[in-house]
């Protein structure tokens, strides 16, 4: 039913969004566009990750890195992702390209940041006691560094995870003709707010999903695989 006099335009009722909902799913196109947006949004996190997290322990681990490197990441850091939006269009046009490039951008201050104080973080007599055995560099980097930076490395992980899911769905309705930023845009513009709900509902399941899936399994098991995290049967 219509609320204050209001058609459903305003506010579609449970019925008509699950009508919705069903031809969404009949005709195929919720499927293909929630699998578009996970897969962005997948690839976008691994390459964020990887760039973030090598550069933040390069930069941790050495000073003279960091003095040159400081200012121009705080420079980029301070110019929001939004800002770069018409540049990227410019550049590779609406589509993919854009949405992957923002949200690598979105996904690397976090994991550089967290990454680069937690290596700066890590006790000395940790790397003393293990260079005194004999390791390389690259094993204190390897086994003792990296291993102990970890909380901060997984912290950063999930800040820029819930970061970046956000930015999909806000780029997806800017640059992308798929995907579940593009059925909420697309279903204001084509007036059938019913389709937008749809999108609203899909965008919270798809985060509960992300998050109760692989998120937190992936943060136990990473600090339990590193003994970082005292377990009832640890404690008992």
């Known amino acids: 039913m219509p609320l204050v006099g209001l058609s459903e335009f305003f506010y579609p009722s449970p019925q008509r969004v699950a009508r919705a909902f069903g031809e969404l799913i009949q005709k195929g196109i919720l499927p293909v566009y929630?699998?578009?947006?996970?897969?962005?949004y997948a690839a976008s996190i691994a390459i964020g990750v990887v760039i973030g997290v090598v550069l933040g322990v390069a930069v941790g681990l050495?000073?003279?890195?960091?003095?040159?490197?400081?200012?121009?990441v705080n420079f980029l850091y301070a110019i929001v992702e939004g800002a770069w939006i018409p540049l990227f269009?410019?550049?590779?046009?609406?589509?993919?390209?854009?949405i992957v490039v923002l949200l690598v951008y979105i996904v690397f201050f976090p994991m550089f940041f967290n990454t680069?104080?937690?290596?700066?973080?890590?006790?000395?007599?940790?790397?003393?006691?293990?260079?005194?055995?004999?390791?390389?560099?690259?094993?204190?980097?390897a086994e003792v560094i990296v291993p102990a930076a970890l909380p901060g490395i997984i912290t950063g992980f999930r800040v820029g995870a819930g970061f970046a899911f956000r930015?999909?769905?806000?780029?997806?309705?800017l640059a992308a003709k798929t995907g579940v930023g593009y059925l909420i845009?697309?279903?204001?513009?084509?007036?059938?707010?019913?389709?937008?709900?749809?999108?609203?509902?899909?965008?919270?399941?798809?985060?509960?999903?992300?998050?109760?899936?692989y998120l937190k399994p992936f943060e136990q098991v990473t600090i339990e695989r590193w003994g970082l995290l005292v377990t009832p049967e640890g404690q008992g």
Do not use: K
């Not at 973080?121 to 390389?136: F, M």
């Not at 930015?167 to 309705?173: D, Q, S, T, V």
């Open 34 to 40: 929630v699998r578009d947006s996970l897969v962005r």
């Open 62 to 72: 050495n000073r003279l890195l960091a003095r040159l490197l400081g200012p121009f």
């Open 89 to 98: 269009v410019v550049w590779w046009g609406y589509g993919v390209e854009v």
């Open 116 to 141: 680069m104080v937690a290596v700066r973080t890590v006790p000395q007599a940790y790397v003393n006691a293990v260079r005194a055995l004999g390791a390389s560099r690259w094993q204190v980097v």
């Open 167 to 173: 930015g999909l769905i806000f780029a997806e309705m």
């Open 185 to 213: 845009y697309e279903g204001v513009s084509n007036q059938h707010t019913a389709r937008t709900i749809v999108g609203m509902v899909c965008m919270g399941v798809m985060w509960l999903f992300i998050d109760r899936v």
